[in-house]
């Protein structure tokens, strides 16, 4: 990757931190670049939990320099209650993170080196809230751009999929927020106050998962800080990124469709759940910083940079790969649409064949399922899926060896006639592509828990013995299948551990003749062929000087990854996962900062209700200089029985050999739908 020297900027820049005032008097902590200019520029926001002073600050130094140096004021603001900010931590997307950006939205357009024009930009959490508070419609905030975000935090975030429980990520983020939530502020920015200002911000902790568990349907609770419920309030222009290895990436689909033409654009390549100029695998990285100054410039600055005679969509589509759980790049090329749906993609329905099928996969079918978020790791994507397959009803349809491949791009649909067994359960599809070899790539995936099946805002049990129709979305993919090769639709009753099990493990039976699969196929227009100019490329990519945090070398063998481990004797399968945060560094500014995380997901193959799934973290913030030395321990378990989820969690902090606070948590959640 190249790296652009600062010395090579149109502008020099500098930085310093400040402390926002909000109209409650809370203050929140705020690293502001800027460059040396005597013309009021505008401002970019980027507003987070995750603490500006060590967590992101590596990738916060890659890009808000970069944008000073392109004449903006490029502002990172720790939310309130996080990092070195004042006041008490709420609930993800709350009413008053929301209010509190839209005030800070107000102070920066009001600042006298600030044109009166803002713009907002940020990645899953900061994604998240930049789209929110667009929505609220505060007058200077012009334009955003948001990546690995969602529209629609039921369905297409970290807590349900299809709706159903996710297991694999509902606990693991609500187990990361806790530990996060738990660090105490940092003496060197927050000064004297910081034990007193830390001690009150642990009084007030309360576990996520409590109240995420507590909201099984589609209510009121979610639909707060889901855009999709008004597009309409959304007034500033919106550049939606996402990428083909991100759980959020139909969000992308979401918004060229339903928001006006004329101010927003979409981007979705191969990327997984990172900034698409960083170089983490799958690739091919882009130029993003330099697309999205183009983005500012026109929307901020009023100079035609030619960014809105793009297409609407711009869309990487892979070429066929064998299965592997990391790409350092993937074959494929960039597609332009310009309209969405687009008059180039058409249905290409598959009857199913054959006898009605029992389906009653094991409780452990899902293992090779890969992360949730996969976010650039060797072991993050899903193995060859042919142990999967061999748990599920598959159906395979040959692409001809004398015709042309199969392009697909958006989300395939299945409609499964199925019986279910008992009132509660859960379909899952996957669609994979099969190599003359009998290798099986996951090219993507869809969920339904039979309660959903007439909405995600309702339980309606099914009704056992009975035949009924089950319709749903996979999410959305571009891909191509060649000639010779085969598309399978692979169809499971478990996934564990993405998918909490239902108490009955009866399954279902599938009637193939009254099944379909529909494929969003993509028909090469010819002007991709005839019109080079219209052909799609970034640049490379590019980024400011990188702050100088250091690794320190360690003798101790580092875990894997992802580890499966069978008890065959029990006939118990657990998955232990490091999520591989970043270890252990050390900061230009003297910070020791040192994490380690370790998830597990247990299940006994014939007993839905043996699922637990356990996260313990453990952090340590350390000044030897001002010989500070705190830590935080967490531990957070899910246990079930038939009605149940139990719920068990626990914080110790201390700072040298003192603990600080110690306190746990039990709460039994009835289990409503899933």
């Given at each position: 990757m190249h790296i652009r020297p600062a010395a090579s900027f149109p502008y020099e820049t500098t930085h310093e931190d400040v402390r926002i005032p909000l109209p409650d008097g809370t203050k929140l902590f705020a690293r502001i670049w800027r460059p040396l200019t005597e013309e009021p520029v505008p401002a970019l926001l980027e507003y987070l939990p995750y603490r500006l002073s060590d967590w992101t600050a590596p990738r916060d130094w890659q890009r808000h320099p970069w944008y000073a140096g392109h004449g903006y004021a490029s502002v990172r603001v720790d939310v309130r209650g996080h990092g070195n900010s004042e006041g008490l931590p709420g609930d993800e997307y709350d009413a008053t993170e929301l209010a509190d950006g839209v005030a800070v939205?107000?102070?920066?357009?009001?600042?006298?080196?600030?044109?009166?024009?803002?713009?907002?930009?940020?990645?899953?959490?900061?994604?998240?809230?930049?789209l929110q508070i667009a929505a609220l419609a505060p007058e200077p905030l012009k334009a955003v751009i948001t990546v690995c975000s969602a529209d629609d935090r039921y369905d297409n975030d970290v807590h349900y999929m299809g709706g159903s429980v996710l297991a694999v990520d509902m606990h693991a983020w609500a187990a990361t927020m806790l530990a996060f939530t738990s660090r105490?502020?940092?003496?060197?920015?927050?000064?004297?106050?910081?034990?007193?200002?830390?001690?009150?911000?642990?009084?007030?902790?309360?576990?996520?998962?409590?109240?995420?568990?507590?909201?099984?349907?589609?209510?009121?609770?979610?639909?707060?800080?889901?855009?999709?419920?008004?597009?309409?309030?959304?007034?500033?222009?919106?550049?939606?990124?996402?990428?083909?290895?991100?759980?959020?990436?139909?969000?992308?689909?979401?918004?060229?469709?339903?928001?006006?033409?004329?101010?927003?654009?979409?981007?979705?390549?191969?990327?997984?759940?990172?900034?698409?100029?960083?170089?983490?695998?799958?690739?091919?990285?882009?130029?993003?910083?330099?697309?999205?100054?183009?983005?500012?410039?026109?929307?901020?600055?009023?100079?035609?940079?030619?960014?809105?005679?793009?297409?609407?969509?711009?869309?990487?589509?892979?070429?066929?790969?064998?299965?592997?759980?990391?790409?350092?790049?993937?074959?494929?090329?960039?597609?332009?649409?310009?309209?969405?749906?687009?008059?180039?993609?058409?249905?290409?329905?598959?009857?199913?064949?054959?006898?009605?099928?029992?389906?009653?996969?094991?409780?452990?079918t899902g293992l090779d399922a890969g992360r949730f978020f996969p976010f650039g790791n060797d072991a993050d994507l899903p193995p060859d899926q042919r142990d999967e397959d061999a748990h599920s009803a598959c159906f395979d349809f040959p692409v001809p060896e004398d015709g042309p491949p199969i392009e697909i791009l958006g989300r395939p649909r299945v409609s499964l006639t199925?019986?279910?067994?008992?009132?509660?359960?859960?379909?899952?599809?996957?669609?994979?592509?099969?190599?003359?070899?009998?290798?099986?790539?996951?090219?993507?995936?869809?969920?339904?828990?039979?309660?959903?099946?007439?909405?995600?805002?309702?339980?309606?049990?099914?009704?056992?013995?009975v035949n009924d129709t089950f319709a749903f979305e996979l999410n959305g993919i571009g891909h191509t299948f060649p000639p010779g090769h085969r598309v399978r639709l692979a169809v499971s009753s478990a996934y564990w551990p993405w998918i909490w099990p239902q108490p009955d493990a009866a399954g279902f039976t599938l009637d193939p003749v009254a099944s379909t699969l529909e494929l969003p196929v993509r028909a090469r227009p010819a002007e991709e062929s005839d019109a080079p100019a219209r052909r799609i490329a970034f640049l490379d990519p590019e980024q400011s000087e990188p702050l100088g945090v250091s690794y320190p070398v360690t003798l101790d063998e580092q875990r894997p990854e992802r580890l499966v481990v069978r008890d065959v004797a029990k006939g118990e399968w657990r998955l232990e996962v490091d999520p591989r945060y970043g270890g252990t560094r050390v900061y230009p500014d003297g910070l020791e900062f040192t994490e380690d995380a370790l998830e597990s997901y247990t299940i006994q193959e014939d007993d839905p209700l043996s699922a637990r799934t356990r996260s313990d973290w453990k952090i340590r913030l350390h000044r030897p200089d001002l010989g500070w030395?705190?830590?935080?321990?967490?531990?957070?378990?899910?246990?079930?029985?038939?009605?149940?989820?139990?719920?068990?969690?626990?914080?110790?902090?201390?700072?040298?050999?003192?603990?600080?606070f110690h306190r746990t948590w039990e709460k039994r959640i009835p289990r409503t739908a899933g």
């Open positions: 939205v107000e102070w920066l357009a009001a600042q006298e080196w600030c044109s009166g024009k803002v713009g907002m930009f940020g990645i899953s959490w900061g994604g998240f809230n930049s105490p502020p940092d003496p060197l920015y927050a000064g004297e106050r910081w034990r007193e200002q830390w001690l009150t911000r642990l009084e007030s902790v309360e576990p996520f998962i409590h109240t995420w568990l507590a909201h099984q349907t589609r209510d009121d609770y979610w639909k707060h800080g889901s855009v999709c419920e008004d597009y309409g309030a959304i007034g500033a222009a919106v550049l939606a990124v996402g990428g083909w290895h991100d759980p959020y990436r139909d969000t992308v689909l979401r918004l060229v469709e339903h928001l006006p033409h004329d101010r927003v654009r979409g981007i979705i390549g191969p990327w997984s759940h990172q900034y698409p100029d960083r170089g983490l695998p799958p690739g091919p990285a882009i130029g993003f910083l330099q697309e999205t100054l183009r983005w500012w410039d026109h929307h901020l600055k009023g100079e035609d940079t030619g960014i809105m005679k793009e297409p609407l969509l711009r869309s990487y589509i892979s070429g066929s790969h064998p299965p592997a759980t990391v790409y350092r790049e993937l074959p494929g090329r960039w597609v332009g649409d310009d309209a969405w749906p687009s008059p180039n993609v058409g249905p290409l329905a598959y009857a199913l064949q054959g006898d009605p099928v029992l389906v009653r996969s094991p409780q452990r199925l019986r279910p067994d008992a009132p509660r359960g859960q379909v899952v599809a996957r669609l994979c592509d099969v190599a003359p070899d009998g290798s099986s790539t996951l090219v993507t995936r869809g969920v339904l828990n039979f309660s959903a099946r007439h909405g995600r805002d309702r339980a309606v049990p099914a009704e056992p013995g030395d705190t830590t935080v321990d967490t531990r957070s378990e899910i246990t079930c029985d038939a009605t149940h989820f139990t719920a068990t969690s626990e914080v110790i902090c201390a700072e040298g050999a003192e603990v600080v």
